[in-house]
């Protein structure tokens, strides 16, 4: 009878563990909730690509820009930095519009072959950049740069305790932590031009800032 019962109890017992009394290693993957990715959208307005490219053809404005981008560290060196320049098509316009419709970080993005039409130049040593031989019109400039900040707090490292005339007195130390983070500046902005013109743009976050507005 006692044999039996310890048999019986054994098989349970060996049952359980290899059925639901084991103890769960983890979620399969048809109990996680699905992912949503986000879709990336689109402006309605189609792209011509042939009037963007007539844009960009040889004319006699030239544009100058100064390109300023400010940390909370102060003025990052904007040195060899990209800068686009694209003809204001209408597909262009109706993207810069759905963007700013979006909340910040929203995928919103141009056609392939509109991103494709465009021409590029990079700053010097003081930020200058600058795009010759332009027809007259309007045009989008957009530049992008690492931007670096320091984040600084005060951690508190113990206690000590003295004694004086005015009797036992408890200080609290603290040492000053830091922290270096980046993130990706960009700047753009919409610039018309004049047939002949020498045209002057700012490019900066910090407009006040007179190392940034002087050049």
Known sequence: MNSRFFMVAGTALLACALSACAPRQGRTLDEYPPVKIPTVQ?????????????????????????????????????????????PATPHLQAWHKLRASQPEGAPVSMAPEAVAVHRVTRTDGNGIFQFTGLQPGRYFVQGQDMVYGTSRWNEYVGTGQSNTNYGPVTTHYYTERSSISSYSGMLDDFVEVASGENKKLTMTNYPLLIPCRTW
């Open 42 to 86: 689109y402006p309605e307005v189609p792209f011509d690509t042939q009037a963007a490219r007539a844009a960009l053809q040889p004319g006699t404005a030239t544009l100058t820009g100064k390109f300023c981008i400010v940390g909370n560290d102060g003025i990052e060196d904007s040195r060899d930095v990209k800068i686009y320049l694209y």
